[in-house]
C-alpha cells in the first residue's frame, strides 16, 4: 500500500514558517555579534611592541627558532658577534632597534 500523505509530503519544498525564520535571524545575529566582538578583543588586545626589542625568527635543527632579547639584552646579543647564519637578519633587527651590531669575526 502506498503511503499517499507521506509521498505528497516527500515531493514538496519545505515550508519556513514564522518561528523557523525568526529562529534563524536570531541565530544569524548571535553569530555576528560574536564576529564583531572578537574582531574588536583582536584589534584591541595585546601590548605594543617596545622600541629597543630584537627578534629574529630563523631555521634550526628542529623547525624554526626565535631569537628574542629587549633593553640591554638585546645591546648584549647585538654586540656579541655570535650568530653566523643569521647575520642578515640580526643585523636589520639590530637596526631596527637602534643598536650597533658587530659582525661575527
Do not use: N
Not at 73 to 86: E, H, L, P, Y
Amino acid at each position: 500500500m502506498i503511503m499517499f500523505e507521506q509521498s505528497r509530503r516527500l515531493s514538496e519544498p519545505l515550508r519556513w514558517g514564522r518561528r523557523e525564520k525568526t529562529a534563524v535571524a536570531a541565530l544569524l545575529s548571535c553569530l555576528l555579534l560574536a564576529v564583531i566582538g572578537l574582531g574588536a578583543y583582536a584589534l584591541s588586545s595585546g601590548s605594543p611592541a617596545r622600541a629597543d626589542c630584537i627578534r629574529v625568527t630563523f631555521p634550526s635543527t628542529l623547525g624554526g627558532a626565535d631569537l628574542h632579547a629587549c633593553g640591554a639584552g638585546a645591546r648584549r646579543v647585538c654586540a656579541s658577534g655570535d650568530f653566523r647564519g643569521i647575520r642578515q637578519e640580526l643585523s636589520a633587527a639590530c637596526r631596527r632597534a637602534g643598536f650597533a651590531y658587530l659582525p661575527p669575526g
